[in-house]
């Protein structure tokens, strides 16, 4: 009986592997390949073209949201109007986020304003012009100083440019 | 076709030869047919992955080391394009359907065709009733083993998988085979009663 068995399964695996699949229309088949493949070569440069064409946009817009992404959760705003012991005092964006995270932006804010601060109550036609230019520059790259003089300046500097 | 017109061709092919390329579609896809026949038990399908393995081999062609067996390395490619086809989730739900359709039977049983000549549809019925419930692994290493008739290297080397699990791979399948020859047996004697 277990013989019969075997030879059952030999018999049956056997016959798979005598019986070669028949393919009718060979030229056919491979026809079918040839002319996928040359549709494929002639879509191809055109597809590489356009991939060329967006990956810089793609990547400029990317860098971007990401760049306002990181600004709107761990931006700072600078105000100039109550210093405390020298101090400029800053407010965070988000609440709840720690103070220290940007304790270094905020310095560097500071650093970089504080060659204008004994220039700011000055009037506008008495500032140092390279102040100016910094301040301008300064408050346009962060958005976030908002002393309103600072935007006074600012304004002021876009008119005399 | 000696190795060096095979050389040759792929060398055209490499420079983007159409004629060239057509001309080792014509030598090998029949050897290619045959796997993907045995290996996905349907004309059909069968037919769609050559097309797929010449379109992945005109792709890799650049990759391909001329010191080596083209043969062997189409035959690679090949095996692994069906491996993955068997595996993926699309395949099993569409055989679902076909095994509900047709019916998992034993045609050679139930015909009595033994000697006659099958043709594909039985022929594919065959292999589905013998490997349809195998895991991919298991219906990858019996059909290169048993039908194909690759040694446990060759199977190694073509697969990836290492001799051992090769060879549980093919305990397993050819367990589940007898089994299944036998419970259909069974049945038959059954129903003849």
Known sequence: ?161 | MTRDEINELIRKSRQNDFAAFQKLVEQYQYMVYKLTFRLLASEEDAKDMVQEVFIRIWEKLSTFNTNFSFSSWVYKIATNMCYDMLKSKQYKEKKQVIELQAGIHNPELEAGNVESGIMNRELAELIRFLTGELSPKQKLVFTLSDIEGLEVQEISEVTGLSPGKIKSNLYLARKYIRKRIEMTEQEDDDEKQ
């Open chain 1, 1 to 161: 009986m277990m013989k019969n068995n075997e030879n059952n399964d030999n018999r049956l695996i056997n016959k798979v592997r005598e019986t070669e699949p028949e393919l009718d229309k060979p030229g056919e088949l491979t026809e079918n390949v040839m002319n996928r493949l040359k549709a494929r070569q002639t879509g191809r440069p055109k597809l590489k073209k356009l991939i060329v064409v967006l990956r810089p946009a793609m990547s400029a817009a990317a860098l971007w949201l990401i760049g306002l992404f990181v600004f709107q959760y761990f931006g700072v705003s600078v105000t100039h109007d109550k210093p405390k012991n020298n101090i400029y005092s800053f407010t965070e964006k988000k609440p709840g986020l720690n103070k220290t995270v940007n304790l270094q932006t905020y310095k560097r804010l500071v650093n970089k304003t504080n060659h204008c601060k004994e220039q700011i109550n000055k009037s506008f036609d008495q500032l140092d012009r390279q102040c100016l230019i910094s301040l301008a520059a300064e408050y346009q790259e962060q958005k976030q100083l908002n002393n309103k003089r600072i935007e006074n300046i600012v304004q002021y500097w876009q008119k005399i440019n």
